[in-house]
């Protein structure tokens, strides 16, 4: 691939976290596992802004839970689904395996990189935005501009560009 051609720029969107709370489960906090666990963030509503900035929407998101037998992946495909319609998202990556080895789940950067080759995107023109360390390593690895999404669950993460709501996001693009 001509590096030269990928001329276009993404914003790469972590999902549980950014679009949808996280869930307290026993085994910890996680994905939600099933449509009555699904509570949005108001706050993404506004996201139809950020493609006025020339970026293309993109999900980027691990559901290991899928390959541990915990959550089924047809509710997974539906839920990125309505996500896809409602935020008029531009593609969708998921990695459902478990293994932290594994080239697609983040903190490893093939998501980005597959993104890169199916959009012909400039992943040094793109940003991710995330809520954990994972993403922030991930979008690293790749090249890719990573922003944490501050949360009480994260003060602990280190992350060159941190945000509490999209306005700060949209200055940062
Ligand atoms: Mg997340």
């Not at 276009?8 to 906090?29: C, M, Q, S, Y």
């Not at 802004?49 to 899928?66: C, E, F, V």
């Not at 983040?106 to 993403?135: C, Q, R, V, Y």
């Amino acid at each position: 691939m001509n590096q030269s051609a990928r001329t276009k720029k993404a914003l790469f969107l972590d999902r549980d976290g950014i679009f949808t709370h996280l869930v307290n489960h026993p085994e910890g906090l996680g994905a939600p596992r099933n449509w009555k666990q699904v509570r949005f963030f108001d706050e993404m509503q506004n996201l139809s802004r950020i493609k006025s900035h020339g970026y293309l929407l993109i999900l980027a998101t691990n559901q290991p839970d899928i390959e541990r037998g915990w959550i089924e992946q047809s509710f997974a495909d539906e839920l990125n689904d309505y996500l896809s319609k409602h935020y008029g998202l531009d593609g969708i990556y998921m990695c459902t395996f478990s293994d932290e080895d594994h080239p697609m789940k983040k903190p490893n950067p093939g998501m980005f990189f597959k993104a890169a080759e199916d959009f012909l995107i400039s992943l040094s023109a793109s940003f991710h935005l995330g809520d954990t360390w994972k993403d922030v390593s991930a979008a690293q690895k790749a090249g890719v501009k990573p922003v944490l999404w501050s949360r009480e669950y994260n003060q602990d993460v280190s992350c060159p560009m941190k945000i509490c709501n999209l306005k700060e996001l949209e200055a940062i693009l």
